[in-house]
C-alpha cells in the first residue's frame, strides 16, 4: 500500500529565514505529487503538484518542491518566509483514478 | 464563480441522530470526493465517485453513506453507527483527465 510520509509536525522559523517542509513517499510505480496549503478552518489550497518532466516544481507564493525518485522525495521548499505563509501543509500521492493519499501535515509557524 | 461549496460551516448534533453534509460543485467535474480530517491524522478518504449515480467506498466508510443523483451534488450522511463523528469534513472535485482536486471550505461536525 502507498503511504506519505511529513517527516517534521511542526516547523518554527523565523521570518525571512529559509524553510524546508521534508515529504516521503512509497511507492513502486509512477505517482503523482502534491503539496497543499491550509489556513485555519479552511479548505485545501493546491500550492504546486509534479505530474511528470522537470524535477524542479514552482508554485504560488513564492514556493517550489523537488522531486528526487531516487530518494522517493519531494520536500518543499521557500528562500525567504513571511508570517502570512504560517498555515498547515500536506504533501500528497495521487494513485488509481485520482484519490490522494495524504501524509499526516506539517504546522508551519513563522515567528517575527 | 466557479468552485465548492459546503454547508454549514458549523454543524451540531447530539449522538445517536444521523445527518447530512451538503457539496456542491459549479465546476462540471466528474469526480467527486469526501474526506475526513482529524488534527495529527492528516487526510482521510470516506468514499468517492468518478461519475453519476455511482460511488465507492475509500478507506473509511463505515459509518456514512452517500448518494451521487446529480453531478453537481454529493451529500454526504454521518450515521449514528459512525463511532466517533465529531471532525472536519472536506468535500473535493476533479474534472476529468486532470490530476487536481479542488476542496471546498469545510463542515466541521461536533457530536456530544
Known sequence: AQSVTQLDSQVPVFEEAPVELRCNYSSSVSVYLFWYVQYPNQGLQLLLKYLSGSTLVKGINGFEAEFNKSQTSFHLRKPSVHISDTAEYFCAVSYQGGKLIFGQGTELSVKP | ?112
Not at chain 2, 6 to 15: G, I, N, V
Open chain 2, 1 to 112: 464563480d466557479g468552485g465548492i461549496t459546503q454547508s454549514p460551516k458549523y454543524l451540531f448534533r447530539k449522538e445517536g441522530q444521523n445527518v447530512t453534509l451538503s457539496c456542491e460543485q459549479n465546476l462540471n467535474h466528474d469526480a467527486m470526493y469526501w474526506y475526513r480530517q482529524d488534527p495529527g491524522q492528516g487526510l482521510r478518504l470516506i468514499y468517492y465517485s468518478q461519475i453519476v449515480n455511482d460511488f465507492q467506498k475509500g478507506d473509511i466508510a463505515e459509518g456514512y453513506s452517500v448518494s451521487r443523483e446529480k453531478k453537481e451534488s454529493f451529500p454526504l450522511t454521518v450515521t449514528s453507527a459512525q463511532k466517533n463523528p465529531t471532525a472536519f469534513y472536506l468535500c473535493a472535485s476533479m474534472g476529468t483527465g486532470s490530476h487536481e482536486q479542488y476542496f471546498g471550505p469545510g463542515t466541521r461536525l461536533t457530536v456530544t
